[in-house]
């Protein structure tokens, strides 16, 4: 088995987190294994923010988000993500926003409807997640929450 430090073609973590602004606790395996063979994919912020919020850099992951949103306003995985990390940082009204942005365009994700009905419980709007829950029950039976 080769000793990975000493191969130059596989740069040990300390070499490559730096380069990708990658938390220490956040260069998980896949992270390091995409470093090291760039050929099969590129390290995006979105990855950097996924590493981010996996590590509970939840503010360097909120940031990273909300500038990979600024270019792909579309990516409902990246603002499912931003509203789970404002949720993360007891940033319920920003977290609901998101997810009201989330349900409009697909009223159907139980994901969405879940991630609705957290927060609006709380923000003490307990009420008003019942109906979301019930519904994403039914969508989702087999949801483990």
Known sequence: MPHFS???NF???A???PALRIPRAGLTAAAIWLAINPAHAEITPLDQARAAADSRHFAEA?????DWLDQHRKDR???FLLA???AW????DESFAEFDHLLRADPGNSDYLLGTAQVLQRLGKVEEALPLLKKARRLAPHHEE
């Open 62 to 66: 909120e940031s990273l988000l909300r």
């Open 89 to 92: 940082q007891n940033k319920a």
């Open 15 to 17: 070499e490559v987190r």
């Open 11 to 13: 740069p040990v973590a």
């Open 6 to 8: 000493r191969n130059p």
């Open 77 to 79: 995985d990246a603002r």
């Open 84 to 86: 789970q990390v404002l």
